[in-house]
């Protein structure tokens, strides 16, 4: 059962697709309003690509209430890579709400920067969770 209802606008496959969020309150921001933790100790993962998927999908940033739509890099919609036998990603991958790496701060173990987005998060459990998903995650 979803905790939030989602709103599709735009073609699917396209620069103008987006997934909204919302719940009886009203609309919701992935990023900003749906908590990190919950009370048992679990994380919040809003699914951003399901398992077998391979359309490079983000919570935008910059538009308004931060829907899910599909990343572009020189114009051009953007895919996971399908390793044979496989097609897109082998989990369920997304992002942890509330969250952000910062692109100044210099990580001691790797040596990287943040990527300036939330942080990425895989579920490896056998479920295919839809896109738009709110799943628990420890």
Known sequence: KRMYSICETGKKVSTDYR???????????????????NSNGT?????????????KMEISKEDPLNPIKQDIKKGKLRYVDNVFPYKGYIWNYGALPQTWE?????????????????????EIGQSIHPRGSVVQVK
């Not at 997934?19 to 933790?37: A, E, N, R």
């Open 102 to 122: 910062d692109p100044s701060h210099v990580d001691a173990e790797s040596n990287t920067k943040g990527d300036n987005d939330p942080l990425d998060v895989c």
């Open 43 to 55: 994380l919040n993962m809003v699914v951003e690509i399901p398992r077998w998927t391979n359309a």
């Open 19 to 37: 997934m909204f969020f919302g719940s009886s309150g009203g609309p919701v921001s992935p990023f900003h309003d749906i908590p990190l933790t």
